[in-house]
T-cell receptor
Framework: DGGITQSPKYLFRKEGQNVTLSCEQN?????MYWYRQDPGQGLRLIYY???????QKGDIAEGYSVSREKKESFPLTVTSAQKNPTAFYLC?????????????FGDGTRLSIL | AQTVTQSQPEMSVQEAETVTLSCTYD???????LFWYKQPPSRQMILVIR??????QNATENRFSVNFQKAAKSFSLKISDSQLGDAAMYFC????????????FGKGTSLLVTP
Protein backbone atom coordinates (compact mmCIF):
# COMPACT_ATOMS: atom_id res chain seq x y z
CA ASP A 1 0.00 0.00 0.00
CA GLY A 2 1.19 3.50 -0.77
CA GLY A 3 1.75 5.85 2.08
CA ILE A 4 4.08 7.89 4.25
CA THR A 5 6.29 6.30 6.87
CA GLN A 6 7.70 8.32 9.72
CA SER A 7 10.26 6.93 12.12
CA PRO A 8 10.84 6.63 14.93
CA LYS A 9 7.46 6.92 16.61
CA TYR A 10 9.07 8.27 19.79
CA LEU A 11 12.40 10.07 20.08
CA PHE A 12 14.30 11.55 22.97
CA ARG A 13 16.90 14.28 22.72
CA LYS A 14 19.63 15.19 25.14
CA GLU A 15 20.77 18.76 25.64
CA GLY A 16 23.09 19.90 22.86
CA GLN A 17 22.26 16.96 20.65
CA ASN A 18 21.03 16.97 17.06
CA VAL A 19 18.39 14.40 16.16
CA THR A 20 16.97 13.41 12.79
CA LEU A 21 13.39 12.42 12.06
CA SER A 22 12.83 10.21 9.05
CA CYS A 23 10.06 10.61 6.48
CA GLU A 24 9.69 8.31 3.48
CA GLN A 25 6.86 8.20 0.93
CA ASN A 26 6.05 5.81 -1.90
CA UNK A 27 3.20 7.84 -3.38
CA UNK A 28 5.38 9.33 -6.12
CA UNK A 29 4.58 12.80 -4.79
CA UNK A 30 6.84 15.70 -5.70
CA UNK A 31 6.06 17.89 -2.71
CA MET A 32 6.82 17.10 0.92
CA TYR A 33 6.23 19.05 4.12
CA TRP A 34 7.14 19.08 7.79
CA TYR A 35 4.72 20.39 10.42
CA ARG A 36 5.07 20.82 14.14
CA GLN A 37 2.07 20.34 16.43
CA ASP A 38 1.91 21.75 19.95
CA PRO A 39 -1.10 21.55 22.26
CA GLY A 40 -3.56 24.31 21.43
CA GLN A 41 -1.47 25.54 18.51
CA GLY A 42 -2.65 23.51 15.58
CA LEU A 43 -0.04 22.56 12.98
CA ARG A 44 2.70 24.97 11.96
CA LEU A 45 4.86 24.63 8.86
CA ILE A 46 8.58 24.09 9.40
CA TYR A 47 9.94 23.37 5.90
CA TYR A 48 8.62 22.23 2.57
CA UNK A 49 10.06 20.95 -0.69
CA UNK A 50 8.43 20.89 -4.10
CA UNK A 51 11.22 19.14 -6.00
CA UNK A 52 14.39 17.21 -5.30
CA UNK A 53 17.35 19.31 -4.13
CA UNK A 54 15.14 22.31 -3.38
CA UNK A 55 13.33 23.35 -0.21
CA GLN A 56 11.91 26.47 1.44
CA LYS A 57 11.55 27.65 5.01
CA GLY A 58 8.15 27.69 6.57
CA ASP A 59 6.87 29.80 9.44
CA ILE A 60 9.03 28.26 12.19
CA ALA A 61 12.24 27.03 10.48
CA GLU A 62 14.70 28.33 13.08
CA GLY A 63 16.56 25.49 14.76
CA TYR A 64 15.64 22.97 12.08
CA SER A 65 17.27 21.75 8.87
CA VAL A 66 16.17 19.47 6.04
CA SER A 67 17.50 17.81 2.92
CA ARG A 68 15.82 16.45 -0.19
CA GLU A 69 18.32 14.25 -2.01
CA LYS A 70 15.72 11.76 -3.15
CA LYS A 71 12.11 12.19 -4.20
CA GLU A 72 10.97 9.64 -1.64
CA SER A 73 12.78 11.04 1.38
CA PHE A 74 12.61 14.30 3.34
CA PRO A 75 14.44 13.98 6.70
CA LEU A 76 14.17 16.69 9.34
CA THR A 77 17.03 17.46 11.71
CA VAL A 78 16.23 19.15 14.99
CA THR A 79 19.41 20.96 15.94
CA SER A 80 20.66 22.04 19.34
CA ALA A 81 19.66 25.58 18.34
CA GLN A 82 16.01 24.60 18.72
CA LYS A 83 15.52 25.38 22.39
CA ASN A 84 12.02 24.02 22.74
CA PRO A 85 11.87 20.90 20.55
CA THR A 86 9.29 18.94 22.54
CA ALA A 87 6.36 18.49 20.16
CA PHE A 88 4.61 16.14 17.78
CA TYR A 89 6.08 16.25 14.26
CA LEU A 90 4.07 15.38 11.18
CA CYS A 91 5.37 14.80 7.66
CA UNK A 92 3.10 15.15 4.64
CA UNK A 93 3.28 14.86 0.87
CA UNK A 94 1.21 15.88 -2.12
CA UNK A 95 1.33 16.35 -5.88
CA UNK A 96 3.36 19.46 -6.53
CA UNK A 97 1.32 21.28 -9.15
CA UNK A 98 -2.16 20.26 -8.18
CA UNK A 99 -3.20 22.21 -5.06
CA UNK A 100 -6.69 20.76 -5.00
CA UNK A 101 -5.21 17.38 -4.15
CA UNK A 102 -5.00 16.90 -0.39
CA UNK A 103 -1.85 16.33 1.56
CA UNK A 104 -1.29 12.84 2.87
CA PHE A 105 0.15 12.59 6.36
CA GLY A 106 2.39 10.15 8.16
CA ASP A 107 1.62 8.89 11.66
CA GLY A 108 3.99 11.35 13.32
CA THR A 109 6.99 11.36 15.63
CA ARG A 110 6.81 12.54 19.22
CA LEU A 111 10.02 14.21 20.31
CA SER A 112 10.81 14.80 23.97
CA ILE A 113 13.73 16.25 25.92
CA LEU A 114 15.63 14.00 28.32
CA ALA B 1 0.17 35.41 5.41
CA GLN B 2 -3.25 33.88 5.55
CA THR B 3 -4.71 33.20 8.98
CA VAL B 4 -7.30 30.60 9.87
CA THR B 5 -9.47 31.00 12.95
CA GLN B 6 -11.46 28.31 14.69
CA SER B 7 -13.34 30.08 17.45
CA GLN B 8 -14.65 26.97 19.22
CA PRO B 9 -11.91 25.15 21.18
CA GLU B 10 -14.40 22.47 22.23
CA MET B 11 -17.80 21.29 21.06
CA SER B 12 -20.11 18.56 22.24
CA VAL B 13 -22.87 16.70 20.41
CA GLN B 14 -25.14 13.80 21.21
CA GLU B 15 -25.06 10.71 19.08
CA ALA B 16 -27.35 10.98 16.02
CA GLU B 17 -27.57 14.77 16.36
CA THR B 18 -26.08 17.43 14.09
CA VAL B 19 -23.20 19.74 14.95
CA THR B 20 -21.55 22.62 13.12
CA LEU B 21 -17.91 23.60 13.54
CA SER B 22 -16.91 27.14 12.61
CA CYS B 23 -13.94 28.35 10.61
CA THR B 24 -13.07 31.77 9.26
CA TYR B 25 -10.02 32.82 7.31
CA ASP B 26 -8.29 35.95 6.19
CA UNK B 27 -6.91 36.26 2.68
CA UNK B 28 -6.54 38.72 -0.17
CA UNK B 29 -6.29 35.95 -2.74
CA UNK B 30 -9.14 35.11 -5.07
CA UNK B 31 -8.26 31.49 -5.72
CA UNK B 32 -7.58 29.01 -2.96
CA UNK B 33 -8.64 25.71 -1.44
CA LEU B 34 -10.12 24.89 1.93
CA PHE B 35 -9.94 21.62 3.82
CA TRP B 36 -11.24 20.01 6.98
CA TYR B 37 -9.01 17.39 8.57
CA LYS B 38 -9.90 15.08 11.42
CA GLN B 39 -7.33 13.97 13.99
CA PRO B 40 -8.54 11.13 16.27
CA PRO B 41 -6.64 10.11 19.41
CA SER B 42 -4.30 8.04 17.23
CA ARG B 43 -2.98 11.45 15.99
CA GLN B 44 -3.34 10.44 12.32
CA MET B 45 -4.54 13.30 10.09
CA ILE B 46 -7.52 12.24 7.97
CA LEU B 47 -9.04 14.36 5.21
CA VAL B 48 -12.74 14.93 5.81
CA ILE B 49 -13.75 17.28 3.01
CA ARG B 50 -12.35 19.92 0.63
CA UNK B 51 -13.71 22.93 -1.20
CA UNK B 52 -12.39 24.86 -4.18
CA UNK B 53 -12.98 28.59 -3.76
CA UNK B 54 -14.08 29.05 -7.36
CA UNK B 55 -16.95 26.59 -6.87
CA UNK B 56 -20.16 28.06 -5.49
CA GLN B 57 -21.63 24.68 -4.68
CA ASN B 58 -20.93 23.47 -1.16
CA ALA B 59 -18.98 20.21 -0.93
CA THR B 60 -20.62 17.14 0.58
CA GLU B 61 -19.14 13.80 1.65
CA ASN B 62 -21.74 11.46 3.11
CA ARG B 63 -22.62 12.84 6.58
CA PHE B 64 -20.20 15.75 6.24
CA SER B 65 -21.00 18.96 4.43
CA VAL B 66 -19.69 22.50 4.40
CA ASN B 67 -21.24 25.93 4.31
CA PHE B 68 -18.81 27.99 2.23
CA GLN B 69 -19.45 31.73 2.29
CA LYS B 70 -16.69 33.27 0.17
CA ALA B 71 -17.62 36.91 0.76
CA ALA B 72 -17.74 36.35 4.49
CA LYS B 73 -14.58 34.18 4.37
CA SER B 74 -16.35 31.48 6.31
CA PHE B 75 -16.05 27.71 5.92
CA SER B 76 -18.07 25.77 8.50
CA LEU B 77 -18.33 21.99 8.74
CA LYS B 78 -21.64 20.28 9.46
CA ILE B 79 -21.66 16.72 10.76
CA SER B 80 -25.04 15.03 10.52
CA ASP B 81 -26.14 11.91 12.39
CA SER B 82 -23.07 12.14 14.65
CA GLN B 83 -21.40 8.89 15.59
CA LEU B 84 -19.09 7.99 18.46
CA GLY B 85 -16.28 7.57 15.93
CA ASP B 86 -16.58 11.22 14.96
CA ALA B 87 -15.00 12.24 18.26
CA ALA B 88 -11.68 13.88 17.37
CA MET B 89 -9.87 17.15 16.85
CA TYR B 90 -11.02 18.90 13.69
CA PHE B 91 -8.74 21.27 11.85
CA CYS B 92 -9.70 23.76 9.20
CA UNK B 93 -6.94 24.51 6.68
CA UNK B 94 -6.31 27.01 3.90
CA UNK B 95 -4.17 26.40 0.85
CA UNK B 96 -3.13 29.04 -1.66
CA UNK B 97 -3.54 28.27 -5.36
CA UNK B 98 -0.52 30.36 -6.25
CA UNK B 99 2.60 29.13 -4.50
CA UNK B 100 4.02 26.71 -2.00
CA UNK B 101 0.83 24.73 -1.56
CA UNK B 102 1.50 24.26 2.12
CA UNK B 103 -1.48 24.27 4.45
CA UNK B 104 -2.28 27.00 6.95
CA PHE B 105 -4.12 25.39 9.84
CA GLY B 106 -6.46 26.72 12.46
CA LYS B 107 -5.89 25.74 16.09
CA GLY B 108 -8.54 23.07 15.99
CA THR B 109 -11.85 22.20 17.61
CA SER B 110 -12.13 19.22 19.92
CA LEU B 111 -15.40 17.39 19.28
CA LEU B 112 -16.90 15.21 21.99
CA VAL B 113 -19.71 12.82 21.04
CA THR B 114 -21.90 11.60 23.89
CA PRO B 115 -24.14 8.52 23.79
Amino acid sequence: DGGITQSPKYLFRKEGQNVTLSCEQNLNHDAMYWYRQDPGQGLRLIYYSQIVNDFQKGDIAEGYSVSREKKESFPLTVTSAQKNPTAFYLCASSRSRDPVQPQHFGDGTRLSIL
Amino acid sequence: AQTVTQSQPEMSVQEAETVTLSCTYDTSESDYYLFWYKQPPSRQMILVIRQEAYKQQNATENRFSVNFQKAAKSFSLKISDSQLGDAAMYFCAYRSAYSGYALNFGKGTSLLVTP
